[in-house]
């Protein structure tokens, strides 16, 4: 399944709202849905599962929604250390495939 | 808490073959699944391959098959992925990660391998 994320770079200021996309080509099985946050020289991080269940010690600024094909992470106010690339990882049916990623950069 | 620990960066030329590992600690592991995951600039994150460390069942995306083996060592919480024979476009940063199924997403990652293969 082609996961296609947008928008590539979306340029913010910190305490602002960021919506990151994430299309799937096709249904998404149970909606196996997952986001993860990577900073530059450190492995992802898992923020959210089944397209809405915040991971483990993930703070409730972060938000994931949609079902079927068409998914959303919203980051309610942007803080400092949010900057950084987020992926979607779709795990309905295998291969399991990535995203190729939005950038949150500052403005 | 589990964490996976992987072993150090590795410059090989074209031909070499090669083993880079992830080793596992923490409560429970032996029940979980290790994957691994290549990350390229051009290509992205791509899931190669998962392993079942209790008995060492191995799952393969289509990609990968045949130009990579997982392994692993139940008895040292230890998962391998091992190359043959090496090429230039094997050059990426590879990760492992802990899932709950072979099917499911990764909430523990390892800090990643840098493999350069380079003449």
């Known amino acids: 399944i082609v996961l296609t994320q947008s928008p590539g770079t979306l340029s913010l200021s910190p305490g602002e709202r960021a919506t990151l996309s994430c299309r799937a080509g096709q249904s998404v099985s149970s909606d196996y849905l997952a986001w993860y946050q990577q900073k530059p020289g450190q492995a992802p991080r898992l923020l959210v599962h089944a397209a809405s269940s915040r991971a483990t010690g993930i703070p409730d600024r972060f938000s994931g929604s949609g079902s079927g094909t068409d998914f959303t992470l919203t980051i309610s106010r942007l803080e400092p250390e949010d900057f950084a690339v987020y992926y979607c990882q779709q795990y309905g049916s295998s291969p399991q495939t990535f995203g190729q990623g939005t950038k949150v950069e500052v403005k | 808490e589990v964490q996976l620990v992987q072993s150090g960066a590795e410059v090989k030329k074209p031909g070499e073959s090669l083993k880079i590992s992830c080793k596992g600690s923490g409560n429970g592991l032996t029940t979980n699944w290790i994957a691994w995951v290549r990350q390229t600039p051009g290509k992205g994150l791509e899931w190669m391959g998962i392993i079942y460390l209790a008995d060492s069942d191995t799952r393969y995306s289509p990609s990968f098959q045949g130009q990579v083996t997982v392994s692993a060592d139940k008895s040292s919480n230890t998962a391998y992925l091992k190359w043959g024979s090496l090429k230039a476009s094997d050059t990426a940063m590879y990760y492992c990660?802990?899932?709950?199924?072979?099917?499911?997403?990764?909430?523990?990652w390892g800090q990643g391998t840098l493999v350069t293969v380079s003449s």
């Open positions: 990660a802990r899932s709950f199924n072979f099917w499911g997403f990764f909430d523990v």
